[in-house]
Structures are given as structure tokens and as C-alpha cells.
Nanobody, 122 residues
């Protein structure tokens, strides 16, 4: 059983930055991919970025490519999401998730964090 704890959300003005952290326990082959998703009320959960933790290969949604960067520190069992040039449309609850495949689809992920709120004001 993989447990994920995500943190680092907050409120910032447009153009600002935040860094989210996802600390995991007992990563294994079934949880080699870690991703960040976001969700706003009434909307489906949207994949933002994922990383294959063994080699650090990233994947990004078009909406965040060039502004967000996902990275990992395997020694600390932690995945980070550096979010720069934030926009009001980036507002949402951000969840980290772990699974065997790195596609940005909710169905690919078995383990989920509790979520951390990001609010970007204009």
C-alpha cells in the first residue's frame, strides 16, 4: 500500500510561483509513475504532469508545458511540481497520484494524496 502526502499549495497572484511536494512511501513497480492532477468544482480531474521516477522522464499537459516542471528526489521519496507564471485558470485542488503507467489519465492511477489547494488571483 502506497501512501501519498501532498503539500505546498497556497494563494498567489497571477505571475507568481508555487512548489508542490508529494511524499510517498513504499514506491514499487506498480507506483513508478507519479503524477499531478487538478480539479475545480464541477469539472473532471485533469492531468497536469507525470514523471517516471526511475529515470525522471516527464510528461506535461499542453496547458502547463513551459510553465510547470516536475522533478523527483528518489532519496527522499518525493516528487515536486514547480509552478511558474501561474494564471487564474491554474486554480484548483491539486492531487498527486501514483501508478504503473505515466499517462495523464485518472484511470491509470491507484494511489492518491489528499489534495492541496492552489488559488491564483488576477
Amino acid at each position: 500500500q502506497v501512501q501519498l502526502v501532498d503539500s505546498g499549495g497556497g494563494s498567489v497572484q497571477a505571475g507568481g510561483s508555487l512548489r508542490l511536494s508529494c511524499v510517498g512511501s513504499k514506491y514499487s513497480a506498480s507506483s513508478a509513475c507519479v503524477a499531478w492532477f487538478r480539479q475545480t468544482p464541477g469539472m473532471e480531474r485533469e492531468g497536469v504532469a507525470s514523471i517516471y521516477t526511475p529515470d525522471g522522464s516527464p510528461r506535461y499537459a499542453d496547458s502547463v508545458r513551459g510553465r510547470f516542471a516536475i522533478s523527483r528526489d528518489n532519496a527522499k521519496d518525493t516528487v515536486y511540481l514547480q509552478m511558474n507564471s501561474l494564471k487564474p485558470e491554474d486554480t484548483g485542488m491539486y492531487y498527486c497520484a501514483a501508478g504503473a503507467y505515466c499517462l495523464l489519465r485518472v484511470s491509470e492511477y491507484v494511489y492518491w494524496g489528499q489534495g492541496t489547494q492552489v488559488t491564483v488571483s488576477s
